[in-house]
C-alpha cells in the first residue's frame, strides 16, 4: 500500500528565503507525481507534475524534483513571498489507484 | 470558464440525519473523483467516476455513503445517519479524462460538522 510522507508538517520563514518541502513515498513504482497548493476555502491548485520519467519540473519560483528510486521529491520555492503562505500537498499516482496525498506541509512565509 | 463547484460550501447537522453534497464538475471533464480531509490529515479517496464505467467505490468507509453521478454532470455524495467522525472537508475534483498525466482540478469543498 503507497505511503506518503511530508517533512516538515510546518514551516515559518521570512520573506525572501529559498526554501524546500519534502515528500517521501514508499512504493517507487509510480506514474506521476503532483504537488498541490491548498489554501482555506479555496480547494487545491496544482502546482507541478512530474512524471516518472522526467527528474524535475519548473514553474516561475517554483522547482520540484523527483527521485523515484530512493522514493522522494522536493518542492524549491526560490525567494518566498508572503502570497506562498498555503498548506503545500503532495500526491502520488500508481497504476489505477487513485491519487495519495501526504498530509502536507503548513507554510508560512512573515513579511 | 468556471472551476469546479461544490454546495453548500458549509453544513452543520445533528448526528443521526442523512446529508447531501453536490459537486459540479468542469464542463468536458469525464472523470470526477471525491476526497474526504479530515482535520490535520492528508485527503482519503472516496470513489471515483469514470463515464459511464461502474463507479470504483474502494475508498467508501461505510455502507453509510452513497454517490451518484448523472451521465458526465453533477454528482451527489450522500452520508446516512451522520456520525462525528463524518466532520471533515469533503472535496470534489474532475479531470479531462482518468490518464496518468491527467491533472486534478479541485472544488472550494464542502465543510461538513456533525454535532
Known amino acids: 500500500k503507497q505511503e506518503v510522507t511530508q517533512i516538515p508538517a510546518a514551516l515559518s520563514v521570512p520573506e525572501g528565503e529559498n526554501l524546500v518541502l519534502n515528500c517521501s513515498f514508499t512504493?517507487?513504482?509510480?506514474?506521476?507525481l503532483q504537488w498541490f497548493r491548498q489554501d482555506p476555502g479555496k480547494g487545491l491548485t496544482s502546482l507541478l507534475l512530474?512524471?516518472?520519467?522526467?527528474r524535475e519540473q519548473t514553474s516561475g519560483r517554483l522547482n520540484a524534483s523527483l527521485d523515484k528510486s530512493s522514493g522522494r521529491s522536493t518542492l524549491y520555492i526560490a525567494a518566498s513571498q508572503p502570497g506562498d503562505s498555503a498548506t503545500y500537498l503532495c500526491a502520488v499516482h500508481s497504476g489505477n489507484t487513485p491519487l495519495v496525498f501526504g498530509k502536507g506541509t503548513r507554510l508560512s512565509v512573515i513579511a | 470558464g468556471a472551476g469546479v463547484s461544490q454546495s453548500p460550501s458549509n453544513k452543520v447537522t445533528e448526528k443521526g440525519k442523512d446529508v447531501e453534497l453536490r459537486c459540479d464538475p468542469i464542463?468536458?471533464?469525464?472523470?470526477l473523483y471525491w476526497y474526504r480531509q479530515r482535520l490535520g490529515q492528508g485527503l482519503e479517496f472516496l470513489i471515483y467516476?469514470?463515464?459511464?464505467?461502474?463507479?470504483?467505490k474502494s475508498g467508501l468507509p461505510s455502507d453509510r455513503f452513497s454517490a451518484e453521478r448523472t451521465g458526465e454532470s453533477v454528482s451527489t455524495l450522500t452520508i446516512q445517519r451522520t456520525q462525528q467522525e463524518d466532520s471533515a472537508v469533503y472535496l470534489c475534483?474532475?479531470?479531462?479524462?482518468?490518464?496518468?498525466?491527467?491533472?486534478?482540478?479541485f472544488g472550494p469543498g464542502t465543510r461538513l460538522l456533525v454535532l
Open positions: 512530474i512524471q516518472s520519467s522526467q
Open positions: 464542463s468536458g471533464h469525464t472523470a
Open positions: 512504493d517507487s513504482a509510480i506514474y506521476n
Open positions: 467516476f469514470q463515464g459511464n464505467s461502474a463507479p470504483d
Open positions: 475534483a474532475s479531470s479531462f479524462r482518468r490518464t496518468v498525466d491527467e491533472t486534478q482540478y
